[in-house]
């Protein structure tokens, strides 16, 4: 993938058409960047990503309605490419990045800070290939979301859990002092990060901070199924199954929600359409 031949995939995200053709242009002078596509939006980029596979992107973070942190919540850990952001943010935010080593540029757009950014990216992206690293892009980023907000997830005690499990089929989301209950039928697939799980329900995504292995024992094991390393879908939500080479599927999970299934976790799913 980077080898000295190989060009990096890139795709650049931006809802100003002025941003675009800027970011373009200067990222048009490095041989080793190869942009194969440009969205304006949220879910242009989270459609593009499914679809193209990029190995890094470059995100705006302020855009209406799916901003670039959401885009990085809604993507499955194992898809996540590299991610460079473009934002505008006050230092704390900034901040908030580096402790959590999540790359950013700054806007207005510096050749400076771009070429520092693309250096970095080919240095990781060639660590990764060598050393078969394992994904830890949206691990970092919410990490850092959780650190923008100032919140202190915390677990409530197991014992707590399991007892609304249990009774009332809800999963507990402590944030800060803030308390949410959500009905485990209205999840549509949950995505592991590190120490945080994305469960995404009515199109909405919240962050809990929980391992996946965790995550299984509060869930009704008869609807929810793994189906990737990281990654845990509803079974009452999938429409479409799509065959991919080497044994793989996608998965369409009502309207928009697009998931991926390995080779390890397949017969989950061939068991329920059999």
Known sequence: MTNQTTKIKT??????PLALSLLRAKLSKFE???????????????????????????LDIQM????????IQKIQTELMPL?????????YALDAFDVNAVDYILKPLDDSH?????????????????????????????????????????????????????????????DGDEITLVKQDNIEWIDAAGDYCC???EG?????RTTI?????????????????????????ITKVNPLPKGEYFLQLGENERVKVSRTYKDAIKDYLA
């Open 11 to 16: 795709l650049i995200i931006d809802d100003e």
């Open 32 to 58: 080793k960047i190869d942009i194969i596509g440009e969205c304006k939006n949220g879910r242009e980029a989270i459609q593009s990503i499914l679809d193209h596979t990029p190995d890094l992107i470059f």
């Open 64 to 71: 209406p309605g799916l901003n670039g942190l959401d885009v």
């Open 83 to 91: 991610v460079i952001f473009a934002t505008a943010f006050e230092q």
């Open 114 to 174: 771009i070429k520092r950014a693309v250096e970095r990216a080919i240095v990781r992206l060639q660590s990764q290939e060598s050393n078969q690293e394992t994904n830890q892009e949206k691990s970092k980023v919410i990490q850092a979301i959780h650190a923008i907000n100032n919140r202190q997830t915390t677990h409530l005690p197991s014992h707590e859990n399991k007892f609304v499990a249990a009774q009332d089929r809800k999963i507990v989301i402590k």
């Open 199 to 201: 469960l995404h329900a």
């Open 204 to 208: 909405v995504t919240h962050i809990k």
């Open 213 to 237: 292995r965790e995550m299984l024992e509060e869930l009704d094991a008869d609807i929810f199924k793994r189906v990737h390393r990281s990654t845990i879908v509803n079974l009452k939500f």
